[in-house]
Nanobody, 119 residues
Framework: QVQLVESGGGLVQAGGSRRLSCAASGRTFSSYAMGWFRQAPGKEREFVAAITWSYGNTYYADSVKGRFTISRDNAKNTVYLQMNSLKPEDTAVYYC????????????WGQGTQVTVSS
């Protein structure tokens, strides 16, 4: 089992920045990658970004490419999502994910943290 705890959500003005953190515990050595998904009100959950533990390869949704940066600190078992140039459409609950085998398939989810971008 892998436990994920997100932090860093809150209210931010459009154009501003916010950094989310995700602390992983448990069988983190068994995870291939970590990621972030989000779900806006009335919309389906969508992929945001992912990073592999070993090599730090990164993947982004087109909607956040160039604005968001995912990174990891292996020693702390922590993954970060730096969000810049935020837009009102970035408002969502952001979920940290652990991917045991592939980028496409999260195996574990955090409880989520709300990010609200005001215009």
């Amino acid at each position: 089992q892998v436990q994920l705890v997100e932090s860093g959500g809150g209210l931010v003005q459009a154009g501003g920045s916010r950094r989310l953190s995700c602390a992983a515990s448990g069988r983190t050595f068994s995870s291939y990658a970590m990621g972030w998904f989000r779900q806006a009100p009335g919309k389906e959950r969508e992929f945001v970004a992912a990073i592999t533990w070993s090599y730090g390869n990164t993947y982004y949704a087109d909607s956040v490419k160039g604005r968001f940066t995912i990174s990891r600190d292996n020693a702390k078992n922590t993954v970060y999502l730096q969000m810049n140039s935020l837009k009102p459409e970035d408002t969502a609950v952001y979920y940290c994910t652990a991917h045991p085998h592939t980028i496409a398939t999260p195996g574990y989810w955090g409880q989520g943290t709300q990010v609200t971008v005001s215009s």
